[in-house]
């Protein structure tokens, strides 16, 4: 299957510093990728899509001032935590979907774990 | 969305079959079933997804029957490497769907012993 990956795989911050993790789809065009956040022992969430140079769809209850999504091309993704605080401290996956061949087909990046200290 | 329901935990031993059964009674006409496997701190790998009957790959087996209000997801001969967290999806299929935005239920862990 594709390849989705991110960067850092896992980060460590202070209190009040931002923080910004990428996701790259290294073998097809993503015109959609999607944002997870998964806190210990608990199920995905669904935090935000967003669609190649539009802005991205937040779901209800996420600060969209604080988690910054930009999805300037068809490879990369970038979540950006701004001033993050010890209760941001979760695992953050990425989804990239892209057509492979005539249908879409969609995979899961590896996540990155970001701790704030 | 239809809401899923699945046990919060298995217990199983190498060699044997596992079945993780899935509830959906609220199961749109265009849902699909997708299930996830998902290690720990690493990303979601996609299963298996089926809209009716029965699916198979080289991994699992899918059984939907006819009424499509619960589905079955089937591992044959597990090893302790199937450890993991098994999500059942239902909604648009990440392969051939037109919205891509999955939601995760609360998932099976699955623990296979020696």
């Known amino acids: 299957g594709a390849v989705v990956s991110q960067h850092p795989s896992w980060v460590i911050c202070k209190s009040g510093t931002s923080v910004k993790i990428e996701c790259r789809s290294l073998?097809?065009?993503?015109?959609?990728m999607f944002w997870y956040r998964q806190f210990p022992k608990q199920s995905l969430m669904l935090m935000a899509t967003?669609?190649?140079?539009?802005?991205?769809?937040?779901e209800q209850g996420v600060e969209k001032d604080k988690f910054l999504i930009n999805h300037a091309s068809l490879t990369l993704s970038t979540l950006t935590v701004t001033s993050a605080h010890p209760e941001d401290s979760s695992f953050y996956i990425c989804?990239?979907?892209?057509?492979?061949?005539?249908?879409?087909?969609?995979?899961f990046g590896p996540g990155t774990r970001l701790t704030v200290t | 969305l239809a809401k899923t329901t699945q046990p919060i935990s298995m217990d199983s031993y190498e060699g044997q079959e596992v079945n993780i059964t899935c509830s959906h009674n609220?199961?749109?006409?265009?849902?699909?079933i997708t299930w996830y496997q998902q290690f720990p701190s690493q990303g979601p790998r996609f299963i298996i997804q089926?809209?009716?009957t029965k699916v198979t790959n080289e991994v699992a087996s899918l059984f939907i029957p006819a009424d499509r209000k619960s589905s079955t997801l089937s591992l044959p001969r597990v090893s302790l490497s199937d450890t993991a967290v098994y999500y059942c999806?239902?909604?648009?299929?990440?392969?051939?769907?037109?919205?891509?935005?999955?939601?995760f239920g609360k998932g099976t862990k699955l623990s296979v012993k020696p």
């Open positions: 989804s990239a979907r892209g057509l492979s061949g005539s249908s879409y087909e969609q995979y």
């Open positions: 073998d097809f065009q993503a015109t959609t």
């Open positions: 967003s669609n190649e140079g539009s802005k991205a769809t937040y």
């Open positions: 609220n199961i749109a006409t265009n849902d699909y």
């Open positions: 089926g809209y009716k």
């Open positions: 999806l239902v909604g648009d299929p990440p392969r051939g769907g037109s919205q891509g935005n999955l939601i």
